[in-house]
């Protein structure tokens, strides 16, 4: 890998972990009579963040030819199961998906 | 305390009839409401905020405080005050004659450019192209949306500084812009963002405001 291409995933990597400190509460406030559910808003959409970090890199090392088609299936296939099981978890508790990628989309 | 608005020291009265407690430095003054501790804020005082301060706005120059700075009592949002007051006296000269105009530019297909499958991918492969096809859309609507982005601050033909933007903050919005402008600058701006609006076929132009320079002020 050249200086360039390291120093351009540097940043890149800083910018998401500049997201991620935005996807973080102050403060969590959370319903005491509801604590299972704003917990696991909070826990999926910091997964599901993670596991949009992992598809991009996917995605790029894809683009650019650097994976073989074997670990093109098998990161592919992962990172379905992964989306699936996390709207399975949500909709468990009664979250709804598109609120997770709102909260996601909102600290871009 | 709830702070809501700075305004010159010879403004200061401007809140008396608005029921705003006054707090003066040397070089700016502080209008507030009493807050009590631990109270919960909800959308009416958001709301209530917003109108606070532009019932300030519509009479003197000021800048807005955003909602939830708070302070224990007017002597703790003195002592702020006083810290900071040669910094809003000069933001205050600035802005504080100027207005904020909200300009949003919607696609006209809601950010839906091609229809998404909810049907499983039927291999890893199948998953990840499925994901590179979303990605190059979206980097074409960046690209697009930075255009349109440029275009809207050649006609707003004002200050740099006085324009910021963010271009696909949502999937339905190609760019959010923010502009500060003097009054009598407004209806010419908004005849000429119509006639950008009507050369767009991508596009739907929303101007709102006047409002006090909201996006422009920190004043935390």
């Known amino acids: ?108 | 305390m709830l702070l809501r608005a700075i305004v010159a020291p010879d403004d200061a009265t401007v809140g008396d009839d608005l029921g705003l407690t006054t707090v003066s430095g040397a070089a700016v003054a502080a209008l507030g409401s009493p807050w009590d501790k631990g109270r919960v804020a909800g959308e009416p005082d958001l709301l209530d905020h917003h109108r606070i301060i532009q019932s300030v706005f519509e009479r003197v120059p000021c800048l807005p405080a955003r909602f939830g700075s708070v302070f224990p009592d007017e002597d703790a949002l003195h002592s702020r005050l006083v810290k900071r007051e040669v910094d809003f006296a000069s933001q205050l000269a600035r802005l504080g004659h100027r207005c904020e105009l909200a300009i949003t530019c919607a696609w006209r297909d809601n950010g839906v450019s091609s229809p998404v499958s909810i049907v499983p991918a039927s291999s890893g492969r199948a998953y990840l192209e499925r994901g590179l096809q979303r990605s190059r859309g979206d980097r074409e609507r960046e690209v697009r949306a930075e255009a349109i982005a440029a275009r809207l601050r050649t006609e707003l033909a004002t200050e740099p500084a006085f324009v910021r933007h963010r271009t696909c903050p949502r999937p339905a919005v190609a760019v959010s812009m923010s502009a500060l402008v003097t009054r009598d600058e407004i209806n010419g701006i908004s005849s000429r963002l119509e006639r950008v609006g009507a050369q767009l076929p991508d596009v739907t132009i929303v101007v709102q405001g006047p409002w006090a320079p909201y996006t422009f002020a920190v004043s935390k």
Do not use: C, H, N, W
């Not at chain 1, 604590?35 to 894809?62: D, H, K, N, S, Y």
């Open chain 1, 1 to 108: 890998m050249t200086a360039p291409e390291t120093a351009k995933i540097e940043l890149e990597l800083r910018e998401e972990i500049a997201r991620l400190r935005s996807l973080l509460p102050e403060r969590i406030d959370l319903d005491p009579d509801d604590i299972e559910r704003g917990l696991a808003g909070l826990v999926l959409t910091l997964v599901e963040f993670l596991r949009q970090v992992l598809e991009r890199q996917a995605i790029r090392r894809m683009e650019g030819g650097t994976l073989s088609d074997d670990e093109v299936e098998r990161v592919g296939v992962a990172l379905m199961r992964l989306e699936q099981k996390i709207g399975e978890i949500a909709a468990q508790f009664g979250l709804d998906q598109d609120d997770i990628q709102l909260r996601i989309g909102a600290a871009s």
